[in-house]
């Protein structure tokens, strides 16, 4: 697959663009090619489509200059291959409330457009997401382990799994992260506790895990993963809140370094940290970072959902 069969992809067949849709394309000075890429594939689907290269921001979740924001909320598709993630801000989350459907692809690379997580059968990631989520909808106790040290507990209650699956986003209002393939979750405020050990990624490859001492929802303390730790800390206490827990669930997808990949990689949970007011917190925090965590077993209630990496459901 070249750059230019990824963006046909991305645009006809996941986000489903269509002759005369308002069609933007948002970009930043180090993802200029694969901008450029998708913008052409929206005009000759005759859509109107529109391209903005910005400078790129300085952390994942940071919002969109206004400008933008506004601009996004005029559009029925976004598609966003920035180099840091707008997937949880407030201006994504407006311009789907507008009806716009949205793509992001934050950190994406010229050749993750054309392997990886983006050859993936999607259909079967569809089925084998839809069979997981049918087993673990509803329970709310997680219990996460790894032989490298992860031992946390947190509270599902009150809350919805986010099912990002077929890589397809034809619906009115519709969000995707492109490559897909994972399920996600905001965990109950306040109830994460005990060890993580991230030892996948932590914005890139890791040389040494980072270790997590988490208590009552927060992290406490890390040992290691100082430059993403500076970046939580800038936000003040909301940067350390437990965000998210997802399970990569893409076959195709393999750990690079690169949070957008990453992710979607079977065998791996992933617990971020900071923002998760756009799927279901209370926390707005204007940072979202991830860390992947290998090989994981984990309970839901008396679900066994993974052991050692391996789905058991």
Known sequence: MTLEQGAKTAVKDCMGVKKGENVLVLCDTESENIGQALYDQALKLKANAYLIKMKPMTRHGEEPPKAVADFMKQMDVILAPT???????QARKRACMKGARVSTMPGITE??????????????IEKAIKRVHKAIKGKNDVHITTEAGTDLTLSLKGR??????????????GFINLPAGELFIAPLE??????????????????????????????????GG???????????????????????????????????EDEKVLGTIHVAFGDNSTFGGKVKAGVHQ????????????DVLVMKDGKLKV
């Open 160 to 173: 919805k799994w986010v099912t990002d699956d077929t890589g397809i986003c034809h619906e009115k209002g």
């Open 190 to 223: 306040g109830t994460a506790n005990g060890k993580l050990v991230i030892d996948g990624s932590f914005d890139d490859i890791l040389e040494e895990p980072v270790k997590v001492t988490i208590k009552d929802g927060f992290a406490k303390r890390f040992e």
């Open 111 to 124: 050749g993750m457009m054309s392997s990886g997580g983006m050859t993936a059968n999607f259909k079967q």
């Open 290 to 301: 991830d860390g992947i965590v290998r090989s994981p077993t984990v309970y839901i209630n």
């Open 83 to 89: 180099t840091f993630s707008i997937s949880h801000t």
């Open 226 to 260: 100082k430059a993403v730790v500076r970046q939580l800390d800038k936000q003040g206490k909301d940067g350390r809140n437990v965000a998210e827990l997802g399970i990569g669930m893409n076959p195709a997808a393999s750990i690079i370094g690169n949070v957008l």
